[in-house]
């Protein structure tokens, strides 16, 4: 062999090895990256009915998002693994009809808060950062570039409309601190140190609190997104939030079409005065000045504000009284001006919903005339249309039909000058999310039933017998093409005062009336709520008619879709009407010859509910009990629980000044409540119960639930305990939840069958 031949023959194995050696590095950093594998859709084998297996198998869709174009939809759908113990999101892409579904990541750590850039370019999160990635046009998505480096995490963002900014949330310390923020020589101490109230929200001490930042937005990726180079719309050194706690997220902050401001809601108080409050108001933060205008002042809840197409005027939801969590969500306009320097005025305000008897929530803009919001109206989630008078001209929308007052406002017309129209037909049995796509023929918006969980449709107006409904995805058809729907009534029970209340009731699949049946009352927490048509992976009703139950759900008195007077009947009256509602629907069903022994189950006040009945059970309507995260001990529940003012307002103060719902005020309503808390009555127990609680449980804490169990005990009735130290007011975790649900059934089955 020649010296030259020798001489390629090395090159070229320091090549192969070197490209092996780039192979396996690469390899290995993929790894790293990626972290564990992705958890995928699962195949489903249901043997004749659905299991809990199959219910926490199933893909949670959510966040859908229409193109620039309006041609194509990105979304997102959750997967979970039981045996990793966790859930995983990943995102997928189709065409507006829904053809042409593709999953563009398949990655071990979930992505979320995926946001169109262009019609080719998405930005999304992934490990607490900003990423942005191009859609080829093979469907697959292209090479991703890293846009942010915050320190403390990002955990939701939203683009300007002008591209050249980004809105996010992150973080910054909270009131709350550990032993090594004050002693550095002490990091293994473990430890909360508080000085004022409300130093916890429902699963979590407040050692953070949520700051909304603005950033310049390179989507390249060579200007990284860092908290340095970011604008704090609080300051630094504010204490408030932004989003409020525990449960708002970038559905309080919204660009104006401008670019240039910022509306948002927070509640500018914190510690005790936080903890008896719930008055949030919507503010204008300019970006160029560092200016903020507030919008309103006082009250409730001020929440999502939304801002008109040509940025004129700016819509919110609203509640009237401080204090009240429950009060009637309102939709509220104000006209927005703006000076020669570009500065936001606020112009005249007015409540748009007047006269309407339900609440308003998810508003969104068509144009500067029309607002569309969802409602929960008589025990279903409807879409509606706010439309202003002078518009009714322009456009076929129902409105002559709401000028006469046939569909307006339940009947009446709007003092404000709009009109609402009801636009998902009232016999349509699912509950519908706001529009994410509006267009002149139809709108594209989230649908599920309590025998479905969420999927995405789009509905064609036009129609005399209200829209036409065209499914767009069919995340979960793999399993209900194999199984046969419960069947669904409503059913009118009449109350002990003479009054109509509707009812749910889901029958086993292949019901047979001539066979007899358990049956489970279900008894609603809130607890101002409302049973309606909605899916739930945890109290999931079609799951307990699967094992062969006859599921009962009242929609009794402080439930939320039946105007203000039903759902405010339950402040101050927690043993009153609404556990009467509780029974008459219970005998009605147990009246008929197919309806065998009975259960009553429950969380929250609907865990408060259940010990109640328990102690209220003297004709043994109710043959077992579960309760879960349940108020036991009223008085010991107002001394130890995180949010002041839901128990402040409900056990009988109403409003009526500061601790005028505590256990030693003098009103006669308070007095009333905590004489009728659950656990004076526990001399009366006999029937077997179930109690469940999460150690994390700052709502309700689980002292609650140990309280009642041993009082159980003492009293010689049949009773278990289970308690998760990681969970809180919810059972999140896939293991636990599968412990959860087979717990249960196996309660129920012990003594209902």
């Not at 990002?154 to 601190?177: C, H, M, Q, R, W």
Request: with cysteine; charged share 25%.
């Amino acid at each position: 062999m020649s010296r030259k031949s020798s001489g390629v023959l090395s090159f070229l194995s320091i090549l192969v090895l070197t490209f092996a050696f780039y192979c396996i590095l690469k390899l290995m950093t993929q790894k790293n990256d990626n972290g564990p594998a992705a958890i995928e859709a699962a195949e489903f084998h249901p043997d004749g009915r659905m299991s809990a297996e199959d219910l926490l198998a199933l893909g949670r869709l959510s966040d859908p998002q229409m193109s620039p174009d309006g041609s194509r939809i990105l979304y997102g759908v959750s997967y979970t693994s039981v045996e990793e113990n966790r859930a995983c999101r990943q995102i997928f892409v189709c065409n507006r009809d829904g053809s042409d579904r593709i999953q563009l990541s398949h990655d071990g750590s979930s992505i979320s808060n995926a946001r169109w850039f262009d019609d080719r370019h998405i930005l999304f999160l992934r490990k607490g950062q900003i990423w942005s990635a191009v859609i080829r046009k093979d469907g697959k998505l292209g090479r991703r570039t890293q846009l942010s480096q915050v320190e403390e995490g990002i955990s939701e963002f939203a683009i300007s409309p002008d591209k050249a900014n980004i809105l996010y949330i992150s973080t910054v310390k909270g009131s709350v601190k550990r032993p090594s923020d004050c002693w550095a020589d002490l990091p293994k101490a473990d430890a909360y140190e508080a000085d004022d109230l409300m130093n916890r929200h429902w699963d979590h001490w407040v050692t953070d609190i949520p700051h909304s930042y603005v950033a310049a937005l390179d989507i390249r990726g060579k200007q990284p997104v860092t908290r340095e180079k970011s604008i704090d719309l609080l300051g630094a050194d504010c204490p408030f939030e932004l989003p409020t706690e525990p449960f708002g997220g970038m559905e309080q902050l919204s660009w104006n079409p401008d670019g240039r401001h910022i509306a948002y809601s927070c509640r500018r108080k914190a510690g005790r005065d936080y903890a008896f409050s719930t008055d949030s108001d919507i503010y204008i933060y300019d970006i160029l000045s560092g200016a903020t205008v507030q919008v309103c002042e006082g009250g409730g809840y001020d929440t999502d504000p939304v801002w008109s197409p040509d940025g004129g005027r700016l819509a919110w939801i609203s509640m009237e009284r401080d204090g009240y969590e429950a009060d009637q969500q309102r939709l509220m306009l104000a006209d927005i001006s703006y000076g020669e320097d570009g500065m936001a005025k606020v112009g005249k305000s007015c409540c748009i919903s007047a006269g309407f008897d339900r609440n308003v929530a998810g508003p969104v803009w068509e144009n500067p005339s029309t607002i569309w919001f969802n409602s929960l109206v008589d025990g279903l989630q409807a879409i509606y249309r706010a439309v202003e008078f002078s518009s009714y001209a322009s456009r076929d929308c129902g409105a002559e039909k709401a000028c006469d007052g046939e569909k307006a406002c339940g009947g009446r017309e709007d003092i404000s000058g709009w009109a609402l129209v009801r636009v998902t037909a009232e016999d349509d049995w699912h509950d519908y999310g706001s529009p994410f796509h509006i267009e002149p023929d139809g709108i594209w918006c989230s649908s599920q039933s309590m025998n479905r969980p969420t999927e995405l449709v789009k509905l064609e107006l036009g129609g005399e017998e209200g829209p036409a409904i065209q499914a767009i995805t069919d995340e979960n058809g793999a399993l209900f093409s194999q199984l046969e729907d419960p069947k669904m009534e409503a059913r009118m029970i009449r109350t002990v005062d003479g009054k109509d209340m509707l009812t749910w009731v889901m029958y086993p699949p292949h019901f047979d009336p001539s066979k007899t049946y358990p049956a489970i009352t279900i008894c609603l927490g809130g607890p101002q709520g409302t049973i309606s048509q909605s899916w739930s992976y945890r109290w999931c009703y079609r799951l307990m008619a699967e094992q062969g139950y006859i599921v009962v759900l009242p929609n009794r008195r402080g439930t939320t879709a039946f105007g203000q007077e039903w759902c405010e009947q339950i402040s101050g009256d927690y043993a009153g009407l609404n556990i009467e509602d509780y029974k008459s629907a219970a005998r009605a069903l147990k009246a008929e010859p197919y309806v065998g022994k009975m259960a009553a189950c429950g969380a929250s006040y609907g865990g408060y509910s259940v010990y109640y009945l328990a102690g209220h059970n003297e004709d043994d309507l109710f043959d077992c009990f579960i309760a879960h995260a349940g108020i036991f001990n009223e008085e010991q529940m107002y001394y130890s629980t995180e949010e002041m003012w839901f128990p402040e307002f409900d056990n009988g103060g109403l409003g009526r000044g500061y601790l005028s719902g505590s256990p030693w005020s003098k009103l006669p309503e308070a007095q009333k409540h905590y004489s009728m808390s659950p656990h004076k009555f526990v001399e009366n127990w006999h029937t077997p119960i179930l109690c469940i609680h999460g150690a994390m449980d700052f709502r309700i804490p689980y002292e609650q639930g140990l309280a009642a169990f041993n009082c159980a005990r003492m009293m010689g009735v049949e009773a278990r305990l289970i308690v998760f130290p990681e969970e809180n007011h919810w059972i999140l975790s896939p293991q636990n939840a599968l412990f959860w649900h087979r717990s249960y059934f196996e309660w129920l089955d012990r003594w209902c069958r």
